[in-house]
């Protein structure tokens, strides 16, 4: 069976500070990855997905950028944190093609100080 | 953007009653679909309906579909008080990458 990890599940991180988040499936191959934020008590905003490695598309212009080293790894990174970068943010994979469900990870819940 | 709005943003039921979720959105989709998150949790994946179906039905689940009026519903019945949690529609249309673009949520509290 297929599984989605994302890590950590917590951090707080001062203004300025760089940003590195993970996530990693399991049990499948060349899946279609995605990065959310959430701000508290809103819907999910789309900010990067990718259909393959090195392969990214930016849905908002923003502070934050990802890549695809791998086929199951999705990197999400700031090189400086902004306080409105504060949110949850989630990680998620499809198979390949169009009208697929996608499967999430645990999130991470990201706080700037 | 958000695309779809979830009507209403609050539900307060007793076990046993059925709750109604409703999803309106604005351009033409080629599914929707329906998720589930448990307060700082990850999504669930539901339910999804295709643009050329108007119902479906997953155990006690039942979605709706009219692209004419651009909106769906999703029904629980006999709820549980394990189904409290907070509900999103999302949509998606032809284009790559199968995205997906999410309402703004539907919490509903089951009460015992």
């Known amino acids: 069976s297929q599984t989605i990890h994302q890590w950590p599940a917590t951090l707080v991180q001062p203004v300025g500070s760089p940003l590195s988040l993970e996530c990693t499936v399991e049990?499948?191959?060349?899946?279609?990855l995605y990065w959310y934020r959430q701000a508290a008590g809103r819907g999910l905003q789309l900010l990067f997905y990718s259909v393959g490695i090195g392969q990214i598309s930016s849905e908002v212009p923003q502070n934050l950028s990802a890549s695809r080293p791998q086929d199951r790894q999705f990197i999400l990174s700031s090189k400086k944190l902004l306080l409105s970068d504060s949110g949850f943010y989630l990680c998620?994979?499809?198979?390949?093609?169009?009208?697929?469900?996608?499967?999430f990870g645990p999130g991470t819940r990201l706080t700037v100080t | 953007s958000q695309q779809g709005e979830e009507d209403p943003q609050a539900l307060s039921i007793q076990e046993g009653e059925n709750a109604t979720m409703n999803c309106s959105y604005k351009t033409s989709i080629n599914n929707l679909q329906w998720y589930r998150q448990n307060s700082g949790r990850g999504l669930v994946h539901l339910i999804l309906?295709?643009?050329?179906?108007r119902e479906k039905h997953s155990g006690r689940l039942r979605v709706t579909l009219d692209t004419s009026k651009k909106s769906s519903s999703l029904l629980i019945t006999a709820s549980r008080a394990a189904d409290t949690a907070s509900y999103f529609c999302a949509t998606g249309t032809t284009g790559g990458g199968n995205k997906l673009t999410f309402g703004t949520g539907t919490q509903l509290k089951v009460e015992l």
């Open positions: 049990g499948t191959s060349n899946p279609n």
């Open positions: 309906i295709r643009s050329n179906e």
């Open positions: 998620a994979w499809s198979v390949m093609g169009q009208g697929m469900a996608q499967y």
